[in-house]
C-alpha cells in the first residue's frame, strides 16, 4: 500500500477520510446585524477530506487551542504540487479569494473561520484593490486576538450590536491587508480629525437616534468620507471609536431617565437600543462601576 509522510506522521495516501459535511458547522454568524460584510463559522470535525473547492472570499482560519494535539494536513492549490504540514493549535491560516483548494486533515480539527467580503477589504485601506497571498501560515497574535472577541460576540448572540462587530470586522481586515498583501497597500496618515461641521453632523444624528443600530458606512457617509478615513478620524477628533463614543452616550441618557423617571430598568434599556436588560446592566456596570437598580438608589 502506497504511503507518505507527514511531518513525521506515517499516513496512507488512500487512507478512508470521510468528505466534510455541513454538520461540522457548530456555530455561525448568519443571523449576525454585520452578515453582509463578513462572517464567523466554528467548524469542529473528525478527520475528513475537503473536495476541491473555489473560494468565494478571502478568509481567515484559526487552529483552536482546544485541540488536543497537532493536526496533520496536506493540500493542493489550484493544481500546484501537494503540500503537507502538523497545524499546531493555535495556528492560523490565511487563504486568498478565488482560491483553488483541496485538503485533507488526518485526525480531528476545530477551526474558526472568518471570510471578508470584498466590499470589506477594499473599505479596509486606501487603495481600491489589495491582493492577498494565495495561502500562508502564522500565529499572529493580533488576528488571534480580534478573532477570538468575535467568536465570543457570535456566541453570545451578538448583543452589541452592527457597530462592534463592523468595528473589529475593519480592524481585523485592515490588519491582514497591511500584512500578508502581496503588496502591501500605502500607509495613508489622516491627522486633525473630521472637520468640525462634519463631526457635528455625525455627533447631532448619533444624539437623536441613540436606539438606532448604526452601521460604521451610514455614519461615514453623514461625514461624506470613506469608510477608512471615517474610522481613523472620528476617533482622532473624539478620542474613542465610534461604538465606545456611543455606548458612552447610551449610559449618559441612561442615567438621566434613572434619576429623572420611574421607568422600569428593561424600559430604559429597551429606550436606548440594547439588546435586553441584561445586556444593559452588563454595560452600565462595566462604564460605571456598578448595576443600574443601585445608581439609581444612590442617586
Given at each position: 500500500?502506497?504511503k507518505s509522510?507527514i511531518?513525521?506522521?506515517?499516513v496512507?495516501?488512500?487512507e478512508t477520510?470521510p468528505?466534510?459535511r ?9 443571523n449576525?446585524p454585520?452578515r453582509d ?9 473528525p478527520a ?19 485541540m488536543k ?12 504540487s501537494l503540500k ?10 490565511i487563504?486568498?479569494?478565488d ?11 476545530d477551526?474558526l473561520i472568518?471570510s ?9 485601506v486606501?487603495?481600491?484593490k ?8 502564522t500565529?499572529d ?6 478573532g477570538?472577541l ?8 451578538c448583543p452589541t450590536g ?5 468595528f473589529?470586522g475593519?480592524a481585523?481586515?485592515a490588519h ?16 486633525g480629525?473630521l472637520?468640525?461641521?462634519?463631526l457635528?453632523?455625525?455627533?447631532d444624528?448619533?444624539?437623536a437616534?441613540l436606539?438606532?443600530?448604526n ?14 478615513h471615517f474610522?481613523r478620524?472620528?476617533?482622532?477628533s473624539t478620542?474613542?471609536?465610534p461604538?465606545?463614543y456611543?455606548?458612552q452616550?447610551?449610559?449618559e441618557?441612561?442615567q ?5 423617571t ?5 424600559d ?5 437600543g440594547?439588546?435586553?436588560q ?5 454595560v ?6 456598578t448595576t ?8
Open positions: 500500500m502506497p509522510e511531518l513525521g506522521r506515517r496512507t495516501t488512500n477520510v468528505l466534510v455541513p454538520e461540522g458547522v457548530i456555530l455561525s454568524s448568519s449576525s454585520w460584510s463578513f462572517k464567523v463559522e466554528h467548524h469542529r470535525r475528513h477530506e475537503q473536495m476541491e473547492i473555489v473560494l468565494p472570499e478571502a478568509n481567515v482560519h484559526f487552529f483552536s487551542d482546544r494535539e497537532p493536526c496533520p494536513v496536506e493540500w493542493r492549490i489550484a493544481g500546484s503537507q504540514r502538523s497545524m499546531q493549535p493555535g495556528e492560523i491560516g487563504t486568498a479569494k482560491t483553488p483548494v483541496w485538503g485533507r486533515c488526518f485526525a480531528p480539527s477551526i472568518i471578508f467580503s470584498p466590499n470589506l477589504l477594499n473599505a479596509a486606501a487603495d481600491a489589495v491582493e492577498l497571498q494565495a495561502l500562508q501560515h500565529r497574535r493580533k488576528i488571534r486576538a480580534i477570538s468575535l467568536e465570543t460576540e457570535v456566541r453570545a448572540g452592527r457597530l462592534y462587530g463592523e473589529l475593519m481585523l481586515a491582514v491587508l497591511r500584512t500578508y498583501a502581496v503588496f502591501p497597500p500605502r500607509t495613508v496618515e489622516y491627522r480629525g472637520p468640525k461641521y462634519q457635528r453632523h455625525v455627533v444624528h448619533i444624539q437616534n436606539a438606532q443600530d452601521s460604521l458606512q451610514a455614519l461615514a457617509d453623514l461625514a461624506n468620507v470613506s469608510l477608512f474610522c478620524s472620528f476617533k482622532q478620542g474613542q471609536s461604538h465606545r456611543i455606548l452616550l447610551r449610559i441618557e441612561a438621566r431617565l434613572l434619576k429623572k420611574t421607568l422600569a430598568i428593561s430604559v434599556a429597551n429606550r436606548l440594547f439588546s435586553d441584561s445586556h444593559f446592566t452588563m452600565f456596570r462595566r462604564l460605571v462601576g443600574p437598580a443601585r445608581w439609581r438608589a444612590d442617586a
